[in-house]
């Protein structure tokens, strides 16, 4: 009887910091009753008085019963993942209850025990089981522990995880050794009336010490893994160190449909045309049952211990990545061929249209030609903007250490200023693409001069994760500034708003966010965040 209760403690020790986990708590409570029923087994062949001896079978009952109950619940959460409250356990004892009820007032219906049992010379129990014996000591506890059995072979079939069916056997093996040892002793079919209950504790507890310390059972860990890679979207293989597929993901099942366990590795990845030796990241077109897919393709040493035990080859889905590359190249390039137009095919006939204008002027100059001249100007500054505009929406795949600084006085002395004034407040260094943030500021610098006249201030200066730049001028009314970086929008004649809608090109272009407020002395005050430093 010492057997039991010495796994029981055993158990309890080990698993004390994790009885809060899924399972756990019904798994103890299991094992505990377990103990339990070995100790009071123990002391009806110790204790030698006939009636002593059938309490301690009745005060045994709810103990049978309760083994059952919470080795049920306790594969429920572990198959099902979701916490068991406690009033179940309480429901399903209530045949247990009810047997106390029947035991201790058998002698008036001998519905638990038949007039036949006795208590032998030697203190052994001989029972003549009544019909509510049977169905409650025998019959219940059995359906309750084969229906955990059945739980647990459905989830060995059905998971794909090959370190879950591992436990699931052990659990199983632990369980019917409990259950077969058990059935044993409550019929008495042992010979010498032998007690092998104890014996299958023993045999089932270093079952399940084994799956405890081997495959980590009860442990969140290992069941989230699974849990996660059975729902990661991209497809994964799990290559043991003899090549061969170990596992997979129900989404590789999806690209290769005829990947099975043990199958050489290099057979299934060569139906798709895959080679990983020696790459450790390619892209590759696979034909799946939806139609043709890009995959990013990584493979990954799956550490044990000081070596390797095989890989891991990881497929992500960039189909939608490399549409959108796709997409950017033709965008890319219309805005090329835009740009050669502009550039050539509208500035040569203006380059014409003016030199003949000025020949024109030293003949016979007048308001007219005058007019004729301003147009050709605002036509130059179209061109120049729209290019300028192409140019801003690109990838900025040329990012470099920015002194904001040298920048600004080189951006304001690349600007006719007239009479304005810039102040420089900022030392930082930031990361971008310098001819783009050059621009950026060059745009912004004539902007305020168009708008808030030649005498303006402009400053710049430095925020927590960027910078800002401001004037003096009249500033942008509240229910205006939502409308400043739409293309084509200005509040001047000759203008064509196309700066600061180029402005908004470049910081979006990096990443970066844009707002409009108002400046300290009521002008405008652009505010550019999310900047990184260099």
């Known amino acids: 009887m010492i057997f039991p209760a010495i796994f029981s403690v055993l158990f309890v020790w080990f698993l004390r910091n994790d009885r809060k986990k899924q399972a756990v708590l019904w798994f103890l409570i299991a094992v505990i009753a377990s103990g339990c029923w070995g100790v009071i087994a123990g002391l009806r062949r110790l204790i ?30 572990y198959v099902h993942q979701e916490t068991v409250h406690v009033r179940y356990g309480v429901y399903l004892m209530a045949p247990a209850a009810i047997s106390q009820i029947l035991a201790w007032t058998n002698s008036s219906h001998h519905l638990v025990y038949a007039s036949a049992t006795s208590v032998t010379d030697q203190g052994v129990l001989s029972i003549d089981p009544g019909p509510w014996f049977l169905l409650e000591q025998v019959l219940y506890p059995n359906v309750l522990v084969l229906f955990a059995i059945g739980l647990l072979l459905a989830e060995y079939v059905t998971t794909p995880s090959k370190e879950r069916r591992q436990q699931i ?43 405890i310390r081997r495959y980590e059972l009860f442990k969140n860990a290992p069941v989230s893994r699974q849990t996660a890679v059975d729902e990661i979207q991209d497809p994964i293989l799990f290559i043991n160190a003899d090549g061969e597929i170990a596992d997979f993901n129900p989404a590789a099942k999806a690209v290769f449909e005829d990947v099975e366990r043990g199958t050489p590795n290099q057979k299934i990845l060569s139906e798709q045309g895959l080679d990983i030796t020696n790459v450790e990241e390619n892209t590759k077109e696979i034909e799946t049952s939806s139609g043709e897919k890009h995959y990013s393709i990584k493979s990954h040493d799956i550490a044990y211990g000081r070596g ?32 050669r137009v502009v550039s050539h095919d509208l500035r040569n006939p203006l380059n014409v249209a003016s030199l003949n204008l000025e020949l ?64 420089v407040e900022t030392n930082q260094t930031i990361a971008g693409n310098r001819g783009q943030v050059k621009q950026l500021l060059e745009n912004t610098f004539r902007n305020a001069v168009e708008h808030c006249g030649e005498t303006v201030t ?77």
Request: hydrophobic share 45%; glycine share 8%; charged share 20%.
């Open 169 to 211: 056997g052990f659990l199983s093996v632990g369980t019917l050794i409990l259950m077969v040892s058990a059935i044993l002793w409550t019929f008495g079919l042992p010979p010498h009336n032998l007690d092998l209950f104890p014996f299958g504790a023993v045999g089932a507890g270093a079952v399940f010490i084994y799956t």
């Open 48 to 77: 030698l008085h006939p009636q002593m001896t059938i309490y301690l079978d009745m005060v045994l009952m709810p103990v049978v019963t309760l083994a059952a109950v919470a080795w049920f619940l306790m594969t429920i959460e």
């Open 458 to 534: 402009v400053t710049v200066g430095s925020l927590s994760d960027g910078f800002y730049i401001a004037d003096d001028g009249p500033g942008i009314p509240p229910e205006e500034r939502s409308q400043v970086f739409t293309f084509g929008q200005t509040t001047r004649k000759d203008g064509t708003g196309f700066g600061l809608a180029i402005v908004k090109e470049i910081v979006e272009t990096h990443g970066w966010h844009i707002t409009v407020t108002e400046s300290q002395h009521g002008g405008a005050r652009f505010e550019i965040t999310n900047v990184e430093g260099a």
């Open 308 to 339: 390797t035990a095989g890989e891991a080859i990881i497929l992500r889905d960039i189909t939608a990545q490399k549409k959108g590359e796709q997409q950017l190249k033709r965008q890319n390039n219309r805005l090329d061929r835009f740009s």
């Open 360 to 423: 024109a002027r030293e003949q016979h100059d007048s308001d007219y030609l005058e007019k004729v001249a301003s147009a050709h100007r605002r036509m130059d500054t179209l061109i120049e903007d729209l290019l300028s505009f192409a140019k801003s929406d690109t990838q900025t795949d040329i990012t470099e250490s920015i002194a904001m600084r040298t920048l600004v006085e080189e951006s304001w002395a690349n600007v006719a200023t007239a009479q304005a004034t810039l102040v």
